[in-house]
Each structure stands twice: as C-alpha cells, then as structure tokens.
C-alpha cells in the first residue's frame, strides 16, 4: 500500500512517537510539496521542534519521498474548495495516483476528499490498521489512540469507536 499524508498527520505522528507505524503500514509514503512546505520549513521557521525531526525523518527513510506535483491545472480552484494548500496538495496527488491512500485527521478535508472518490482514511485509522496486521498490540494500540488525543490528533468519539474495531477483530 502506498499513501499520502497531510501536515497534520505528520506532524501529529512526530509529535506522538508514531510515524514508525506509518512506515510499517505503508510501501511507499508520498510528502506533497506543500505539504512538506507546512509541516517543514514552515515549522524549522516558527522553531518548532517536530519540524525538525520531521526533516531528518524524511531525509533518512528510503520509503518517504517528498513529490512534486505533476499537473498544476486547476490547483487554485481546488484550493477554494479543500481551504488549505496542504489538503489540495494532497487530493492532487492522490487523485493524479489512485494507487495510493491520502491520509488526513481534519473531518471536513475527508469528507471532500471522499465526495471527490479520492481513497482517503483517517489518520487514528492508521493505528486500527496496525493493530489488524499485527504491528502492534491492543495495549499499544490503546496507549498510541491516548498519545495522539493528547495533541489533537483525533477525539474521544473516535477512539470509542475505534476500540470497538478492534474489539470486534479480536473475537
């Protein structure tokens, strides 16, 4: 499987320890130009340490390649729809390489991206998919839903939801 994440999944992945699962998850992880823009040199600019190692993560993983985008048509216009750059950056992309998987924790980009038949998932999903393939276990799983709460990366509906998910794969 092959994906595409936005700045706040990274970011949120960083800050909570967890971007090894991503790696673990995914053959081949894709950072949007303006992705990486965001959640890089924007964030090396406001001295944010997550920046940073973000930086060296992307430099150091063979499976993380920051793309370009291909086809720039349009990209204005999309901006207008999905708000952020970020979020259109990545539906670009995954719209333009329906092979992978975009990847966001902001509820109103998945719910466009899903109405423009892009293949997306949440990004506490990506802990579910883990736990399912075995890379974790259900205490990990648990404790890495609690870490990603505690900076805003998903709520406590979802991890109510999600610990039923994987309750119901264990049976």
């Known amino acids: 499987m092959k994906a595409i994440p936005d700045s706040c999944t990274l970011i949120y992945l960083i800050k909570t320890g967890l971007l090894d699962i991503l790696l673990k998850i995914f053959d081949e992880i894709w950072v949007g130009e303006i992705v990486y823009f965001?959640?890089?040199?924007?964030?090396?600019?406001?001295?944010?340490s997550d920046a940073l190692i973000l930086e060296r993560r992307i430099e150091e993983?063979?499976?993380?390649?920051?793309?370009?985008?291909?086809?720039?048509?349009n990209y204005e216009k999309e901006k207008l729809y999905f708000v952020g750059p970020?979020?259109?950056?990545?539906y670009k992309l995954a719209s333009q390489n329906r092979?992978?998987?975009?990847?966001?924790?902001?509820?109103?980009?998945?719910?466009?991206?899903?109405?423009?038949?892009?293949n997306v998932i949440r990004s506490d999903e990506i802990l579910l998919g883990a736990f399912k393939r075995g890379i974790i276990?259900?205490?990990?799983?648990?404790?890495?839903?609690?870490?990603?709460?505690?900076?805003?990366?998903?709520?406590?509906?979802?991890?109510?939801?999600?610990?039923?998910?994987?309750?119901?794969?264990?049976?």
């Open 38 to 48: 965001e959640s890089v040199e924007k964030g090396k600019e406001e001295q944010k």
């Open 61 to 73: 993983s063979s499976g993380i390649e920051v793309k370009e985008l291909e086809d720039r048509r």
């Open 137 to 171: 276990s259900f205490e990990e799983f648990t404790n890495s839903l609690i870490r990603l709460r505690s900076v805003g990366g998903t709520t406590e509906e979802r991890i109510a939801f999600l610990i039923k998910k994987a309750l119901e794969v264990s049976k």
């Open 86 to 90: 970020g979020e259109t950056n990545v």
């Open 99 to 118: 092979s992978f998987v975009a990847i966001t924790s902001d509820r109103v980009a998945y719910k466009k991206f899903v109405r423009r038949g892009v």
